[in-house]
């Protein structure tokens, strides 16, 4: 297996903290292992943004950051489940995605590139 980088890019309209976006990339069956997220400089702090793998069988939400507006870098997990399909108490996986990531933004100003998503896939 290989770790593949890839950009997703999310620009908003809108007026002054009420603005939004979103932006779709195509990905391959793959595991997420990180994601560094990139924020335009004048992003304000009321930024909300939500990562989401809607190729899944079911939309799944990978990341949600809520009043965010400092880059940084994110490792979402899943919980496992046992054979039962109970919870398994702090044992956690890559989440294994396909189809496409999806980034939605909220409540930010209207900006090209309001955030630069780098997600690093294993493949």
Not at 77 to 92: E, L
């Amino acid at each position: 297996m290989s770790v593949e980088k890839h950009e997703l890019k999310v620009s908003t309209t809108g007026s002054a903290g009420a603005a939004s976006g979103s932006s779709v990339l195509a990905v391959p069956l793959s595991e997420l292992v990180a994601v560094h997220v990139d924020y335009h400089a004048s992003v304000p702090a009321t930024t909300d943004l939500t990562l989401k793998s809607p190729g899944n069988p079911a939309s799944v939400t990978l990341l949600t950051l809520t009043n965010v507006n400092s880059d940084g870098w994110y490792y979402p997990k899943v919980q496992k489940h046992d054979n039962a399909g109970a919870a398994i108490t702090g044992d956690y996986a890559d989440p294994v995605v396909h189809g496409n990531l999806s980034c939605d933004l909220a409540q930010c100003d209207a900006l090209t590139n309001a955030v630069v998503l780098t997600v690093y896939l294993r493949v």
